[in-house]
Each structure stands twice: as C-alpha cells, then as structure tokens.
C-alpha cells in the first residue's frame, strides 16, 4: 500500500529559493540543548518530532535550524506570525521604540498605547470602539467572561464543544476539549452546546460551509433551507432550556474552531445562536485569536463571515506578529461595567508592544496579506481537496482564507 502511494505522489518536491544567509549558530551544541530541557524545562512544555528541532533563525517565511538546514513555516509559531518572521517594518519598528522607552506603567501618558488603540477600533465596527490591551489570548479570554458577567449581572457563559479559550483557571473551564483539562475544578458557570460540526456531527450536508470546499456528505435541502442548521440550533435551544437558568451572561465562540482542528458551522448559525443569547439577557463573544486580523481572506475579522457583530471581541496571536499582547475590544457601555473598580494589568499596553502591534497593522495593509489570504488560501483548499478525492485517509479539507484543515481517517 505503501509503495502504491509513492508512485502516486511526486516525492521530489523541492524548496523555493531564498536569497537569505542565516547567522552562524553559536550557542549550545544539541545534545547539551537536550539535557538543559530535560532538567530545567517545564515537561508540560511539549516537543513535535521524534528528533525535536532546534531553532536558530527566522527570516519572513524561513525558519532555520543549528546546523543550517532550512524550513518553510507553515505553523507560524501556532499561527502568530502573521506578517512573517523579523519583518523588517516591524523589526525596524520595535528598534525605535526599544532606544526610546520600553515601558511605563499605563497609568501615565505615553504617545503609542493612544495611536494603537486609534489604530485597532478604527478597524472594527461601531460600537466597538473601547480597547483594553493585555499579554495572551487567555488573559483577552479571562478579561472578557469577567466583562460579560459584570456587564449583564448574569453568571453563565455558554461555549461550544471543541471550543479553545486559554488555559488559565477560568478559560480552562471555558474550553471544551479534553486533552486540555486538568483534573482541578474547572468550569463553573461554563455550560457547552453541541458544535455544530457538518462532517463528523450527526447532521450535515454539502452545501453548509462558507468555504470553497464542502463535505462529500449528501444534501437534500432546498434552496435557502438547511437542514443541519436547524437541527444544531434546536440542541442550543435545549441547553438554554436545560442547563442555565433564564439569563445568561454570554456565549463565546470562535468563527472557525483553530486548535479542534478548523471547524466550520452551517451557514447562518453563529447569527441566529447571537440572537437566542441576546434574547436570554447575555453578551456575544467573539474569539477571534486565531480567526482575526485578514487570516480569514474575505473579510478582518472572523465575525463579519457570519455577518454578526459580537459585543465583545477577543485578540491575540497574529496581533504582534510574535510579541507576547491580546487585546480586548468590546462597547464603551460593557467597559464601563470593569471600571466601578479597579481591574489593572502591569504589561498590558506598555509601549513596546503597541510600537510592534501598530507596524504589525501596516505590514498587514501594505503588504496586501488579507488578499494573499484569499487567494493563495483558496488555491491550496481546491487543490487540497484533491487529494481528498484521490486518496481514503483524506476525509475532509475546510477552511477560509488561510486558516484550512485536512483531517486524516481510517475510514471515511
């Protein structure tokens, strides 16, 4: 079988070229590497590959290892680097800003937290215009459930099964995959709803993705009806009737699920799913962590393909292009509820990671990266969905933009 697959496949794939020469390494050899991790790394702190790689540089697309050997980066650090690797607009960015100031507590002044919070709302829709910056995606999570429940003086905020939200006490109750649980108490206030998952859920047909590629199951319904929607719609409506009582603080989702492995809902869910909350009393979250800043190629945000607008909106990752900062974005009337005591975050907003997430905008725009999203994200789906079709471990290729999933089974 194996043999069979090597003759169908070209195995002589070859790199682009690059002009780049990366530096000389001259840390630590390997195996003195190996042993520091061993001893002195967290072991919860994971390594891929059965030999782990040992990272030297990284130039825009380029990673290169200790020995010289170069890679094409198709992870972007879990889907960080949004603009590639030492941008050179970015790099020259935070220079500047490094032999200026590097922080100060955000309770003075200083000309870049203003300029980059300018900068970000004027990219979102009214009336989310209020930005409270922090370090992670988890920290933007956290801050956002307290916002909900402060706000709506509700307390339960429903999540979608195989939903990723951080892994700090509170979002570790928030998120909904196993491998990522701990056996502390976890999840108070934090209910689930099935996911709406058209290929390996209960309903699903071929015509529910926004995406150029839909599941191979088969499709019934009529024009302008789906079926699965309002299969997966009537199982909120049952948690809501069910589990909460009869206000809720909120519901958060992600547009397209990133680390479940980029699910995508039946078209129209996450619109009608806001209103069902918005009608229980409770705030619409969006974590647009993974989802945010022209990954999805068509639009920004992640929100706008479900045409919805959340009340609160979730940052991080692609943000700062690497540099650890998350931010909240969310409605003057829901930060007002966070200010009747003092809430205070040392880093957040200090003004080298405002220097780096402004030039992080610009590279963004000047680069035309939302439109590479598009275009070079919809070649590899149709291309990719190929492969689907050629070969049974291919069970399902999904996506939007540059955020695709291919996932692998024993039995399609």
Known sequence: ??????????????????????EKYES????????????????????????????????????????????????????TVSVGHCHPKVTMATQKQLSRLWHTTN????PSIHEYA?????????????????????????????????????????????????????????SSIGLYKHGVANGLGCPTTMLPDVFRGPWGGSNCRDSPVQTVRKCSCSKGVCHANDQYLEQLKDTLSTTVPKTVAGFIAEPIQGVNGAIQYPRGFLKKAYQLIRERGGVCISDEVQTGFGRMGSHFWGFQ????????????????????????????????????????????????????????????????????????????????????????????VRGKGLMIGVEMVTDK
């Not at 309770?107 to 200083?110: A, P, Q, S, T």
């Not at 969310?330 to 880093?347: C, D, G, M, R, Y």
Request: charged share 20%.
């Open 107 to 110: 309770i003075y002044m200083h």
């Open 118 to 174: 300018e900068k970000l709302a004027s990219l979102l829709p009214d009336p989310l215009k209020v930005v409270y910056l922090t370090n992670s995606g988890s920290e933007a999570n956290d801050l956002a459930m307290l916002m909900a429940r402060l706000y709506t003086r509700n307390f339960d905020i429903i999540g979608l099964r195989g939903g990723y939200h951080g892994g700090s006490a509170c979002t570790m109750g928030l």
């Open 28 to 79: 630590y050899p390997y195996e003195r590497m190996q042993k520091i991790r061993e001893q002195n790394v967290s072991p919860s702190l994971r390594l891929y590959y059965k030999k782990p790689l040992l990272l030297h540089q990284g130039y825009m697309q380029w990673l290169f290892d200790y020995e010289g050997q170069r890679y094409l980066d198709l992870f972007a650090g879990i889907v």
């Open 305 to 396: 393909t479900h045409d919805v607008v959340p009340d609160i909106v979730t940052l991080a990752k692609g943000i700062g292009n690497g540099f650890p900062m998350a931010a909240v974005v969310t409605t003057k009337e829901i930060a007002s509820s966070l200010a009747q005591n003092l809430h205070f975050n040392t880093f957040g907003g200090n003004p080298l990671a405002c220097a780096v997430g402004s030039a992080v905008l610009d590279a963004i725009e000047e680069d035309g990266l939302q439109k590479n999203s598009e275009d070079v994200g919809t070649y590899m789906l149709l291309e990719l969905a190929k492969l689907r079709d050629k070969f049974e471990i291919v069970g399902d």
């Open 1 to 22: 079988r194996q043999q069979k697959w090597k003759s169908s496949v070209s195995i002589q794939a070859k790199m682009p070229p690059c002009d780049f020469v990366p």
